[in-house]
Nanobody
Framework: QVQLQESGPGLVKPSQTLSLTCTVS??????????LSWIRQPPGRGLEWIGF???????VISPSLKSRTSISRDPSKNQFTLQLNSVSPEDTAVYYC?????????????WGQGTLVPAHS
């Protein structure tokens, strides 16, 4: 059974860069029907889609975050990484990585347990 695991800092200060890595246990991240995604949930609010990385390595990012967000990958480690620049307290959220499967109609077929990232001084 595939597992996704987020890892990153426990705390990030305003104006700094948040970097989170997702490790995928099964299935190459370069498979051409996988879309490697990041989603977040601020405290007391709903889920917010951040963006995804397609099999070619191209980013598709939410317009509201596009100017300060990128997603990259390391196929040798089967990992993909979220970078969010110039964070503010409004970026405090539980961050989830997930895998959309194009062979299953873009269903979210695996996701991590999430990691809380407070963004404050």
């Amino acid at each position: 059974q595939v597992q996704l695991q987020e890892s990153g800092p426990g705390l990030v200060k305003p104006s700094q860069t948040l970097s989170l890595t997702c490790t995928v246990s099964l299935g190459s991240i370069t498979t051409n029907y996988y879309f490697l995604s990041w989603i977040r949930q601020p405290p007391g609010r709903g889920l917010e889609w951040i963006g995804f990385l397609d099999y070619s390595g191209s980013n598709v990012i939410s317009p509201s975050l596009k100017s300060r967000t990128s997603i990259s990958r390391d196929p040798s480690k089967n990992q993909f990484t979220l970078q969010l620049n110039s964070v503010s307290p409004e970026d405090t959220a539980v961050y989830y990585c997930g895998r959309l499967n194009g062979a299953l109609g873009n269903a979210l077929d695996a996701w991590g347990q999430g990691t809380l990232v407070p963004a404050h001084s």
